[in-house]
C-alpha cells in the first residue's frame, strides 16, 4: 500500500513548482507500512483459557494477560467465556514482549473456536482508578512493536482515573509508547467517559486500527477527542471500521488529533463510518467546538506526522454523516471555528497534508463555518474521487460527495495570516456538490485568503444547491471542466469575488459549462480587480463582464441525465486546450472525444465535467418515422 504523490506535485500544471519546500514523500511510507501492519492476523504460540472449568487456565484475565506478557514466545491467545466480566477498576497490558490477541465469545474454555455472533464484555463501571484497559510499552530495544489484536469484545463503562493527581485520560482503552493496536471482528468501545479521549486515548508512537465493523461509539469526552484523543505523534486508522454518536466538550467529536496521523484507508470494498459524532456539547453552541467528526491540528517540527489520508491507499469508501460542530467565530479559546465532518489547522511553516479520496459528505452541521471541510491555516487540502462511478451505490454518481449541508461545504480560512508560505491551498476535483443550502455562505466559501493561496476546481458537478454562491473567493482560483446547473441560488452572483484593496487576483473559468440565468456569473465585491479568463472555452447563460464575450456559448446546455452532452448540446467538440485539467473526464472517460459528425469549434474537447463517449450523432429526423 502506497501513498499518492504529495499535494501540491510539481508535476500539477495547475499548481507547477511546489513553492513551500518539501512535502512528506517517502517518510510518509514508513507510516503507511505501519498501518498495513495493523491488517495482519497473527499466527499462535500459546493459548490461555479464561472462565470456570476444568479446561480453564485461569479465572481472571488479569491473571491470563500477567502470563502472556511473561512468556516472551509469542504470539500468545487469551480466549474469554460469553458474558460480562465486571471489573471495576479495569486491567492493565503492559510491557508485553509478544503479540498478544483477547479474543471473546467462547462457550466455554475448552472450545476451540467463539461461538458465532457471541462476544464477551468488560465492564468497569463502579471503579475510579482508570479505564476499561490501559496498555504500555516502553522503548523497546529493537525496531518491533507487539501487536495487542482485541476481537469480539465489548469494552465499556470506563471513566478514566479520579481524584487528585489522576489522569483522566482514555475512559475506555489507554495505550502509550511503542504499540500497535487492532480492534477486530466486531469490537466495541462503548460507553465510556472521560477529560480526554472518551473512548481511547493514544500517547505516541502507539497507534490504533479498527476494522472488521468494529466500533468506537457512545463515549463522551468533557474536553476533546470524544471517540479517540491522540497526541504525542501517534496514530489513528480505520479498515471498515465506524466511529459513531461520540461527544466532545471542545474539540474532535469522533477524533482529535494534536500531531498524529489520521489514516482512514482499508483492504478493498470496505467501507469506513464516521456518523453523528459532535464537538462542542459543553458550552452548547457558544464557544469552542471544532471538527464534528475528525480536529486535525498540524505540527510544525515534524511534517512527517502533517498527514490526514481517506481513501487514497486502498479502494475503499468513507462515509462522513450527520456529525455536528458547534464552535462559533470569535469563542473564547479558539483560533478557528467550524468543520462539521473535519477541521484541520496547519502550524508553522510545515504544511499539513490532507488527501481525501472516494468520500462521502451528508447533512453535516456546523454553527459558523465549513459543515463539511473547514480547513486553516498552512494546509494543503486535495479532495478528488477514483475515476470511475464508483459511489454510484450511495446514490451521488461521482465517486466523492458533499451533499445536506447547512453551511458551505468546504470552508477556506487564513485566519488573518499574510504570509503566503502559511496560507492554506485547496484542490477539488471529480467530486459532486449537490442539495447544499446556506443563506449566507458559497458551496464553497473561502473566508480570507492571502495572496499566494489558490483554490482549484476541475471536472465536479455543482447541481440542487440552495445556497448564496457557487463559490466565494478572496483569491486566485480555478473553475475549469466543471459542470454547475440546475441550481437556486439566493446571491446575485453565481461566482463572488471579494479582492482586498490593492490586491489582483486570476480567475480561470476554462472548459466549464455555468448556466444559472438570473445571475450574474461573477460578480465583484470587492475593492480589488480579478481578471477572468476562459481560452474561449465557455458556456454560460450570460457574458456580462467576461472578457471575450463572442467567443462564449451562451444556449442552453442541453444535458442528459448524468450531466453528459446530448446529441444536441453545443457544449460537443468546442475546445482546444485543457486548461490544467487531466486528460480525462469525471468518469474516468479519455478527453477529447472528437465525434466525427459535429463540426469541431476550437477544438475536441466538450465543455463541461463528462466528455460524450464516441457514438453515434442525432438521427435525421426524415428517417425517424420508420417508414424511409
Known sequence: MTLPAPFPSTADPEFGPTPHGPRPGRACLAIVAACTALLATPALAATYAVGIGTACTHTTIQAAINAAVANPSGPHLIRLTT?????????????????????????????????????????????????????????????????????????????????????????????????????????????????????????????????????????????????????????????????????????????????????????????????????????????????????????????????????????????????????????????????????????????????????????????????????????????????????????????????????????????????????????????????????????????????????TIRHSVFDQNQTAHVLALRSTAALVYSTVVDNGFGGPDLIRVTPNAGQAFALDLTGSILWQPGTTVVGNAGAGSVAITHRDCLLAHSTLGLPSPAAIQTAAPALEADWTPSTASPAIDVCHVLGGAPAFDAYGQSRPVDQPWRPNLLGAYDLGAIERPLGPGPVDAIFQNGFE
Open 83 to 455: 458474558g460480562t466480566w465486571s471489573i471495576p477498576n479495569g486491567l492493565v497490558l503492559h510491557e508485553p514482549q509478544a503479540d498478544i490477541t483477547i479474543e471473546g465469545g467462547y462457550a466455554s474454555c475448552g472450545a476451540a473456536t467463539p461461538t458465532a455472533g457471541q462476544g464477551s464484555t468488560i465492564d468497569a463501571t463502579g471503579g475510579n482508578d482508570g479505564g476499561v484497559l490501559d496498555l504500555r510499552r516502553a522503548a523497546p530495544a529493537g525496531p518491533a512493536s507487539p501487536t495487542v489484536r482485541l476481537s469480539r469484545l465489548t469494552l465499556t463503562g470506563g471513566t478514566a482515573e479520579a481524584g487528585i493527581g489522576a489522569n483522566p485520560e482514555g475512559g475506555g482503552l489507554r495505550i502509550r509508547g511503542h504499540l500497535a493496536v487492532q480492534l477486530t471482528n466486531g469490537s466495541r468501545v462503548t460507553g465510556n467517559r472521560s477529560a480526554w479521549g472518551g473512548g481511547v486515548f493514544i500517547e505516541g508512537p502507539a497507534s490504533i486500527s479498527l476494522r472488521d465493523d468494529s466500533e468506537v461509539s457512545a463515549n463522551i469526552a468533557t474536553i476533546d477527542g470524544g471517540g479517540i484523543h491522540c497526541v504525542g505523534f501517534g496514530l489513528v486508522g480505520m479498515a471498515g471500521g465506524r466511529l459513531v454518536g461520540n461527544q466532545a466538550g471542545r474539540d474532535g467529536g469522533g477524533i482529535h488529533a494534536d500531531a498524529c496521523v489520521v489514516f482512514l484507508d482499508g483492504l478493498a470494498g470496505a467501507v469506513n463510518r464516521l456518523v453523528d459524532n459532535v464537538a462542542g456539547t459543553v458550552f452548547a453552541g457558544a464557544g469552542q467546538g471544532r471538527g464534528g467528526a475528525i480536529h486535525l491540528v498540524g505540527q510544525g517540527a515534524l511534517p512527517t506526522w502533517n498527514l490526514l489520508s481517506i481513501g487514497t491507499g486502498m479502494e475503499s469508501t468513507t462515509l462522513f454523516i450527520g456529525n455536528e460542530a458547534r464552535g462559533v467565530a470569535g469563542a473564547s479559546g479558539t483560533a478557528g471555528f467550524g468543520g462539521g465532518a473535519i477541521y484541520v489547522e496547519g502550524a508553522g511553516t510545515e504544511r499539513v497534508v490532507v488527501q481525501i479520496d472516494n468520500a462521502v459528505f451528508a447533512n453535516n452541521l456546523a454553527t459558523s463555518s465549513g459543515a463539511g471541510i473547514s480547513v486553516a491555516r498552512a494546509v494543503d487540502l486535495r479532495v478528488s474521487g477514483r475515476a470511475a462511478r464508483c459511489s454510484g451505490a450511495f446514490g451521488f454518481g461521482l465517486c466523492s460527495a458533499f451533499s445536506g449541508h447547512n453551511r458551505a461545504a468546504i470552508s477556506i480560512d487564513d485566519l488573518g495570516v499574510a504570509d503566503p508560505a502559511l496560507t492554506p491551498h485547496a484542490l477539488v476535483e471529480r467530486t459532486r456538490f449537490t442539495a447544499n443550502q446556506s443563506a449566507s455562505q458559497g458551496v464553497i466559501h473561502a473566508w480570507r485568503n492571502a495572496p499566494g493561496s489558490r483554490v
